[in-house]
């Protein structure tokens, strides 16, 4: 593999890309109207415009990326996550023409893809699964009848579905028709198919995910898990490695449940196993994401592990070089997602331009960051501006390390996520480690973050005045 093609734009294609200069592969950029100026184009060796600012005339054209890939006679296309990521027509595409498509084999891409589709691969597996409907329904009054046997409150869900989108709660009878409604037409806007599953509805659950890798020569193992509990509108926010709440006997059968799950699909490349953990510390198969996550740095940083090396070494052919039982958690580590959202404004997007844009730095502080001073930002592609994640020898140390690389963070001329992230990770629940999906709902208010600020102004104000009084004495000291 001598040159690698990332289709894909901001922080994760430099991530990608560094990894690729490391191992001594030549890199291909991608860019749209909007991103001719973005730092992913300075840091490739190459960089071609591929079209308009919105991405279905730019970073979704498949056939036009392997034009320009065969163009420029490259090796190898990394996707990165989100655009073409997850798209199986894309990666058989490559398949195709002669190209490495870094991730799995269209097929599993294609199963893991449909939820039900995945809930079939694994039920051989004996792999605890929610109660709940094992085919796609349509028909209303049979599906209130399955609702009623499962027992509200129930889950609707998009088969096609991701990012919360398609999703619906239904905690009693009466509001089900509508729901299901609502669900279907929110799923035929979203992903073009209207096909919804329901699912026993687990009240207070956690979001636990587990990293696996496997070869092409039929080694997989798994890398711990990812507690991904801080969620707003179904979407993570912070995430961290390991998880609080996971005992060691609880993390191995996670583990190996994952490990079954990639051999179900004949899985090759990273993936992601995500898991619901209920209150009794019953965990269930939520689904499976064929592709690296936004949060693999948490677990880079616990098992010292290049996820990104990791992906192009198995597409490359070669074995693993690391077997299950030399993996170990060393410490933790803790990712805040900037996103360019105003947290005082229910998390709208909020755009503008990067006036004041400056990086934290020290040990043990990482960002994997896609943007730079007096950049605007676009509105056409997700508001991540980058990653904030901090590792520590214990939790403890890796939260207090997050709210200074926060403090140290400097933003003007955009809302972020940064004053949420500090909320988080001050609050008393996260800091417990006693917190569920629901933290948002039950903690987090405006009000509360704007009263926390306010109190915070105060008490720089404060130190302030005392630092002028202290200075003006200083001043008036008489000369000896």
Known sequence: MKKLLVANRGEIAIRVMQTAKKMGIKTVAIYSTADRNAP???FADEAVLIGEAPSNQSYLLGNKIIDVAKKLDVDAIHPGYGFLSENADFAEACEKNNIIFIGPKSKAIQIMGSKLAAKEAVKAYNIPMVPGTDQAIT????????????GFPILIKASAGGGGKGMRIVEKEADFTSQMDRAISEAINAFG??????????????HIEIQIMADTHGNVVHLFERECSVQRRHQKVVEEAPSSVLTPELREKMGDAAIKVARSCDYVGAGTVEFLLDEAKNFYFLEMNTRLQVEHPVTELITNT????LQIRVARGETLPVKQEELKIHGHALELRVYAEDPLNDFLPSVGNLEVY???EGK???????????MDIPIYYDPMLSKLIT????????????LQAIKAYKIEGIETTLPFGSFVCEHEAFRSGNFDTHFVKKYYSPEALKSKQEEEAKIAALIAVKQYIEDQKLLRLPNN
């Not at 028909?139 to 499962?150: F, L, T």
């Not at 699912?199 to 956690?206: D, Q």
């Not at 043990?364 to 007096?374: Q, S, Y």
């Not at 590792?391 to 997050?402: C, D, F, T, V």
């Open 40 to 42: 992913h184009v300075k």
């Open 139 to 150: 028909d209303i009054p049979e599906a209130k009848k399955i609702a009623k046997e499962i």
């Open 193 to 206: 198919d209207g096909s919804v599953f329901i699912e026993k509805y687990v009240a207070s659950p956690r």
């Open 306 to 309: 290049d996820l990104v090396a």
């Open 358 to 360: 400056q990086l934290p």
């Open 364 to 374: 043990n502080i990482r960002v994997d960051n896609g943007f730079e001073e007096g």
């Open 391 to 402: 590792y520590g020898a214990s939790r403890e140390e890796a939260i207090q390390l997050m």
